[in-house]
């Protein structure tokens, strides 16, 4: 047996707490300041979570692409659709804006706007092509305004759907930030601080709706939003607790305290993930309110022991002792098991899993040791409970539930069984309509202006989220071969055809637009030269610096390497990988593999990966919990059996809620994942008080199995009770976010833990009798290794 968890183990602890109080309470403040200090290292995400191991292959294709042509997500739009725009008045104001942001910020690397728009014209006295601008300085007649929308509209494709939809005549400009800066701190200065005052005071002066979207944009705004909501959690995690603690105590005092404890908690939180440095993200700002409501039900035990044992005997050293003694072992297993349900997550190869399960579980031991700690010493120091203040012990209120739970499993245990296959197999049904999302922009704020924006620019330009492909030639200036050109011709012709992505900008466009400025701007020669024309035209291009520099966009500098640029919808994961497979189909017959090698990438891809990735995770993070906690409950129960036992109610709820996920339409992405885990480590806390109390009441009543049942089902049913109200209200606070996969979480780890108590407080007890023989004697049940529950001669009445 583990000195660890012995009775003279913990009078020890016991004594060292009520014996060095103040000198407790001076460490744990100089903690909380030591981890205060710590905030200013917490880093906010400033870049989408990369839910891929460093050296997985599709990270390794990105930085290779990125290594090549630098930073893909560096792009923001402003759009505008509204006739009145072309105006003297408003469309100079359209032009001066934009170019305002040239000039103003070290973030931005360049603008390209309607102003900026070059015709490439050929110069055939120097046998070179030159650019000249759309607009000269600026707009001063609407007859100007005549030429240029003919010139747009009808003159120049390769403009096309880059920063004007002619069909709707949508005008959009172009904001390329700094490379350096786009995934530091310095983007959310220059959004928050320059982009949008100035396109605010823009709208209002001109009456101009303009929409705004790109990923640097939706990134800095995405992780606002995140930040702003670790603040609404934690109020709401600390109201809602606290109004159900106050209602089951009726004591401003007791719930002060426990809001002192659960406070100082998420203090410690912060201060570890800036500790180990971690960035803020969607997943890491959950953990402060969810330590607010795993701490309660801690505080909960231990005050409400304190209170039983005040109005028991009435002495109160007697009864902080006992606090320490018979409730710190029960409350340090089931916030092992808890954290065992988030470490999981740390043997995952995914980053930002590896992340959120090591500062969750290291949290929760942390709130464990707050509360042993912080609860004792302070009622130390404060007088005796009020008559009032003991009154819930009572629980005759709740006399009703215990009562028909008892009824269900004395009258109905073949009914308990019936409803639990039917509920397992149709959840089995749900299971495979379960579909997977690997959307960027699912779980953002639906309803936010950005999302809508983005919608917009999905409608107008079909797209806005990057999907990258880049052409290794093996050779260099293997691009400009006319090939080559033709083989990224046929690529792009695909692209053309498939209605989720935008118009591809690459070389092969530059080389058409290089043909039609030879041949004097007539549209019909906006192809791809014969092999005839390809030696002159491209002497042209090479005598043209302005050529040069718009084929620096599309080849790197040794010519060997092309890339296609294209922007794909928020689409599901179905049809990405349709895409994708269609992609890859053309790509293996246009472009032979022993002279090119041609990859995919961009942000839209790395994430639907991930996403992907993810799911394998979850059935390896789900396994090794169940696994973990199968062993630690094995060697305190040292049964075999019992482990079955024990594992059947808590999968059951997994199973029905993973079924719900299915008729419910709700897909599996980085959110939902983390449900499983989540749940079946905080439930099994229910089975471990349930059969520690059935054995030791096995012992009192002589291995009389219906008495030790009941008896234990009566015991622990109002503690279970009350804890999964306070943990279903307690998660219900994810439902308020604006992000949809914080609120499908939080709805779903709720539903969970009450499908959870019903099954330990109903099936649990069925099996236990229905098995009665095979399990209930003293060979299965020997003396654990661990007593969750010591013995004593007064019942607990929580």
Not at 295 to 322: D, M, T, W
Not at 502 to 517: F, N, R
Not at 617 to 645: C, E, P, Q, T
Request: with cysteine; proline share 3%; hydrophobic share 45%.
């Amino acid at each position: 047996m583990l000195k660890l968890f012995t009775k003279d183990f913990w009078d020890v602890i016991a004594r060292v707490i009520l014996r060095n109080k103040i000198i407790i309470l001076v460490a744990i403040l100089a903690t909380t300041i030591f981890f205060s200090q710590q905030w200013d290292n917490m880093r906010f995400t400033y870049t989408e979570a990369n839910l891929l191991p460093d050296d997985h292959e599709v990270n390794i294709i990105y930085n290779d692409f990125l290594d090549v042509f630098g930073e893909e997500g560096n792009l923001i739009v402003l759009g505008v659709k509204d006739s009145t725009l072309f105006t003297v008045e408003k469309l100079n104001a359209w032009n001066n804006l934009t170019e305002s942001f040239k000039n103003s910020s070290d973030a931005v690397e360049s603008v390209i706007s309607i102003k900026e728009l070059q015709k490439l014209v050929k110069d055939t006295e120097n046998e070179k092509f030159i650019l000249e601008p759309f607009i000269k300085d600026s707009i001063t007649s609407m007859a100007q305004i005549e030429v240029l929308e003919n010139d747009l509209f009808k003159k120049y494709p390769f403009y096309d759907n880059f920063l004007f939809n002619k069909d709707t005549k949508t005008i959009r400009s172009a904001i390329y930030m700094n490379k350096a800066i786009v995934n530091t701190s310095a983007r959310k200065d220059f959004v928050m601080d320059v982009l949008i005052p100035r396109v605010e005071a823009f709208e209002a002066k001109y009456d101009l709706d303009v929409r705004i979207s790109g990923m640097p944009y939706i990134r800095t705004l995405n992780s606002t939003n995140i930040v702003d909501e670790i603040g609404l959690f934690i109020g709401a995690a600390l109201l809602v607790t606290s109004i159900i603690f106050f209602f089951f105590f009726r004591s401003f005092r007791a719930t002060f305290i426990s809001l002192i404890v659960v406070c100082i908690g998420v203090m410690w939180t912060l201060g570890i993930i800036g500790l180990l440095n971690y960035e803020i993200t969607v997943l890491t700002a959950l953990i402060p309110p969810l330590i607010i409501v795993i701490g309660i039900p801690n505080c909960i035990f231990l005050i409400n022991k304190y209170q039983h044992e005040v109005k028991l005997h009435g002495n109160k050293a007697k009864s902080l002792q006992r606090v320490i003694t018979k409730i710190g072992n029960a409350t340090l297993m089931t916030n092992v098991t808890t954290a065992c349900g988030f470490a999981t997550f740390i043997l995952t190869e995914s980053k930002l899993l590896k992340e959120f399960g090591l500062v969750a579980s290291l949290s929760i031991l942390s709130i464990f040791i707050l509360c042993i700690l912080i609860i004792p010493i302070i009622y130390s120091f404060l007088p005796y409970p009020k008559d009032r203040h003991l009154e819930h012990l009572n629980k005759r209120w709740i006399g009703g539930f215990v009562n028909w739970m008892e009824r269900m499993v004395r009258q109905k245990r073949i009914a308990i069984y019936i409803t639990s296959v039917i509920l397992l197999v149709l959840s089995i049904i749900g299971v495979y309509q379960i579909k997977i999302s690997g959307s960027l922009i699912e779980d953002m704020p639906q309803e936010s202006e950005f999302v809508n924006d983005i919608r917009f620019f999905e409608s107008e330009f079909n797209g806005i989220m990057p999907l990258e492909i880049m052409i290794d030639t093996k050779r260099k200036k293997g691009v400009m071969k006319l090939s080559t050109l033709k083989r990224m011709n046929e690529l792009e012709d695909l692209i053309l055809e498939t209605p989720e992505l935008s118009k591809p900008i690459s070389v092969v466009g530059l080389v058409k637009y290089s043909k039609q400025a030879y041949y004097n701007g007539n549209t019909k020669f906006y192809q791809l030269p014969t092999s005839q024309e390809n030696s002159f035209i491209l002497s042209y291009a090479k005598n043209s610096t302005s050529s040069n520099d718009l084929l620096s966009n599309f080849v790197d500098s040794t010519g060997q390497y092309a890339r296609i640029t294209t922007f794909i919808k928020d689409v599901g994961t179905d049809r990405m990988e349709r895409i994708q497979e269609d992609l890859q189909t053309k790509i293996n017959k246009v472009f032979p593999k022993e002279r090119y090698t041609v990859t995919m990438t961009g942000k839209a891809l790395v994430f639907q990966k991930g996403t992907k990735y993810l799911v394998k995770n979850l059935a390896i993070s789900l396994s090794l919990a169940i696994l973990l906690i199968a062993l630690f409950m094995a060697y305190m129960f040292r049964s075999g059996k019992m482990i079955l036992i024990s594992l059947i109610p808590n999968l059951l709820p997994l199973v029905i809620t993973a079924g719900l996920m299915g008729y419910l339409g709700v897909p599996i992405k980085p959110s939902t994942i983390l449900v499983f885990s989540i749940a079946f480590g905080i439930s099994v806390d229910d089975t471990i008080h349930f059969l520690a109390k059935y054995r030791q009441e096995l012992q009192a009543n002589n291995w009389k199995i219906k008495t030790s049942v009941y008896g234990a089902l009566r015991e622990t049913g109002v503690s279970m009770f009350y804890t999964s109200i306070v943990l279903f209200f307690g998660f219900s606070v994810f439902t308020i976010s604006s992000f949809g996969g914080t609120v499908a979480l939080g709805a779903l780890v709720s539903a969970t833990l009450l499908f959870a108590m019903l099954s330990n407080l109903l099936l649990l007890p069925s099996l236990l009798l229905s098995l009665e023989r095979s399990i209930a004697n003293k060979e299965v049940l020997r003396e654990p290794s661990i007593n969750i529950i010591p013995e004593e001669d007064d019942k607990e009445e929580f």
